[in-house]
């Protein structure tokens, strides 16, 4: 998370409606009436929520558009798992959800809301009077020399008078975090009482105690252990001893074991690092006291990720025992990756555990991971496993906040990355992403900004850049090998109705036949609003569609129409200027058995109106994220007699024409009217959704 300076805005009175919601498919809804944000944050440009959303379940921010008198925006399908959050209003304004009562005490602004699912079922609450017992330990400081706490979970049927004490975890938090962040993020009880219900963990007493100290092996030897053994029955033997932390708790976790070896049998360090140099410790000493020392890690994007690289060379090089439970290729450095550690190093301990491997789908940690010199373009900077870096020039050396946004939310909604400023540049790595096309923008200062080093360019969106991630789930929006794909030109032509030249894409199939005998039939394709003819081939992958369906045999040879739709009569200039025009330059049919039309959003709209107005015109309609609009005047009869196939498509809840969407099927169904609508398409009112559209409306045309 980023530690620019930030102004914590007043606290609200608490709102009588949520702020945030959850549904049963893990879509969240943000919304905060526009009164209560003046009343928050006072006047305003932007609002987000900030939390564990981006990829690798890093830090991001969720943009909130105002509608009406709301700010409110619709994100998901999330993962099963904890979501920690705050409210950001102009980069530097913070303030925690008043309506959510969960809390944070290291991050007083933070919320917390939890999405349930069988991924996520050791995170989830066990029923009530099942699990463990979390309790407050108050000691006295030798370090601090004043009074200080720790949490302590004790297991489902803990005996204060059993006769072999109980063994006994220690188990730390990071920097900038305290005591309570294992049972507040961390989910440890959770964790813990499912393990121990299972039967897959000992039972035991763990201790999370207060690192945030001058000395902290004299606070943990001296005072925490000290008050922990005096309180519970816990055992004051090495070998039935354990101590891991996270990040900051994990370099003190490595220190004292390499430094104190013997006194804690069991051993972890997640996400942690060492700041010295372990190839002098003493090996044969660590070795014979420790059963088990075991290392976490996450991708490139986990600040220790380089560290432990090195710190498992210096190992090796002293020839200390450990194990590594490999590169987690999911999750950076976050309570999502430390909550996976902890569930796997709870069942170790205090038993024997025949595998000592890495987790299922972790991978080897082979190398560092370095980064070109700055100033290297074209930019970003993409890794064979997806991870992509930004770069922004020199030119935003004296910026305050720069983010960059991205189509790499689920479903390919947008979310904003902080970057962090390296010299006179700014830098930021996300990922892993999907394969797919991948559009972004710099957002400095509030000012939306393109990355002058990528060459691509968006010609109705001139601050986005482009780039493209290979793999075998995007092969169909992937360009096809060099002289296999059809053509694409530029149609100009003049239209009466603009009272200007105009022009249009067209793309043509391979081998395509100016003089063939019988005419191609003809699919006229539209962008949507603020768009143009220039964005089915530059955002839409049109092409590489197209030209993929067409080599497999899925696609009938036709000629694919792409016009500018920003028109005061589109029914008008498609008809009367766009259609002629292309039959006089292509040889393309006529006859409405061989004519089909699509548009999405304004576009589906504008194909809307054609099918009421010109119903048998085009047999074949489609419409992506459109509603049907009114029913007035419309001849259902008509309209199923001239058209073979009515086919219609909107996004998951992101997509905000969603809700008028799904109220409009109910009126085609009451007009009559014969339509196919296989269910939402997963993504957002964006281009992730509507390339799946195309890809799934072409190969039914003329069939």
Not at 100 to 126: Q, Y
Not at 144 to 167: C, F, I, K
Not at 226 to 241: C, K, L, T, V, W
Not at 393 to 420: C, L
């Amino acid at each position: 998370m980023a530690t620019a300076t930030l102004v914590a805005a007043p606290q609200t009175v608490a709102a009588a409606t949520p702020w945030v919601t959850v549904d049963d498919d893990g879509f969240v809804t943000f919304t905060i009436s526009a009164a209560e944000v003046e009343e928050t944050f006072g006047a305003v440009s932007q609002v987000v929520a900030e939390g564990n959303f981006g990829p690798s379940a890093n830090w991001a921010q969720w943009g909130l558009t105002r509608r009406g008198s709301n700010w409110t925006s619709v994100m998901g399908p999330l993962e099963p798992g904890l979501y920690y959050y705050q409210f950001t209003a102009d980069d530097t304004k913070v303030v925690k959800d008043p309506t959510n009562p969960t809390s944070v005490a290291s991050e007083p602004e933070w919320s917390t809301f939890f999405v349930p699912g069988e991924s996520a079922s050791l995170l989830a609450d066990v029923p009530e009077g099942q699990g463990g017992a979390i309790e407050t330990m108050t000691y006295r400081s030798t370090v601090t020399r004043g009074e200080r706490s720790a949490l302590v979970w004790t297991p489902p049927g803990y005996d204060a008078d059993r006769r072999q004490p109980y063994p006994v975890l220690y188990l730390q938090h990071g920097s900038a975090q305290g005591y309570r962040d294992w049972v507040e993020v961390g989910r440890a009880k959770q964790i813990f009482d499912n393990l121990t219900l299972r039967g897959e963990m000992e039972p035991m007493v763990v201790v999370m105690g207060d690192g945030n100290v001058p000395d902290f092996q004299k606070e943990l030897l001296r005072n925490i252990m000290r008050e922990a053994r005096h309180d519970y029955n816990i055992s004051h033997s090495p070998s039935q001893q354990a101590l891991a932390g996270l990040s900051l708790g994990g370099f003190q976790t490595l220190s004292t074991v390499f430094e104190r070896p013997g006194e804690f049998a069991y051993v972890g360090s997640f996400a942690g690092f060492y700041f010295g140099n372990a190839s002098g410790v003493d090996a044969a000493e660590i070795n014979e006291g420790t059963e088990l020392l075991r290392i976490y890690t996450g991708n490139v994007t986990d600040l220790a990720y380089n560290l432990d690289f090195r710190l498992m060379q210096q190992l090796d090089q002293a020839g200390v025992e450990y194990q590594f439970d490999g590169v987690n290729p999911d999750r950076g450095h976050n309570w999502n990756a430390w909550q996976e550690n902890l569930v796997d190093f709870m069942p170790r301990l205090f038993r024997d555990v025949e595998d000592d491997g890495p987790s299922p789908g972790h991978l080897p940690l082979e190398s560092e991971f370095r980064l070109p010199p700055a100033g290297t373009t074209p930019t970003p900077w993409i890794t064979e496993d997806g991870f992509v870096t930004f770069e922004t020039t020199t030119a935003f050396k004296d910026a305050q906040n720069v983010t960059v946004w991205g189509n790499w939310a689920p479903g390919g909604s947008w979310v904003r990355v902080e970057m962090t400023r390296s010299g006179d540049r700014w830098r930021a790595t996300v990922g892993p992403l999907k394969p797919g096309f991948h559009y972004y923008r710099f957002i400095v200062d509030r000012v939306s900004t393109k990355d002058a080093s990528n060459p691509t360019r968006v010609t109705t969106e001139p601050t986005w850049s482009t780039f493209f991630i290979p793999g075998e789930s995007a092969r169909m929006v992937a360009d096809v090998p060099e002289g296999q794909g059809g053509a694409v030109e530029t149609l100009t032509y003049q239209s009466a109705v603009a009272g200007a030249e105009r022009k249009a894409y067209v793309w043509t199939p391979p081998g395509y036949d100016p003089d063939r005998a019988e005419p191609y039939p003809v699919f006229y394709l539209q962008h949507g609003g603020g768009q143009n003819y220039t964005d089915w081939i530059e955002m839409g992958r049109a092409k590489q569609i197209l030209d993929h369906h067409y080599l497999d045999g899925n696609l009938e040879p036709m000629v694919v129409v792409m016009g500018n739709g920003n028109s005061s009569n589109f029914t008008r200039e498609l008809l009367e200027n766009l259609a002629p025009a292309a039959r006089a330059a292509y040889n393309i049919s006529d006859e409405p058995s061989k004519q089909a039309l699509a548009g999405l959003s304004m576009g589906g709209g504008q194909t809307y109106t054609v099918l009421k107005t010109h119903p048998g015109e085009f047999a074949y309609v489609g419409a992506f994220s459109a509603g049907f609009g009114s029913a007035t005047g419309v001849d259902a009869d008509a309209i199923n007699d001239g058209t073979t196939l009515l086919k219609i498509y909107v996004g998951d809840p992101t997509d905000f024409v969603y809700p008028s969407f799904m109220s409009s099927l109910p009126v085609m169904d009451q007009l009559g009217i014969d339509y196919v609508f296989d269910g939402p398409t997963p993504g957002p009112h964006g281009w992730d959704a509507w390339q799946r559209n195309l890809i799934d409306f072409a190969p039914l045309l003329f069939k």
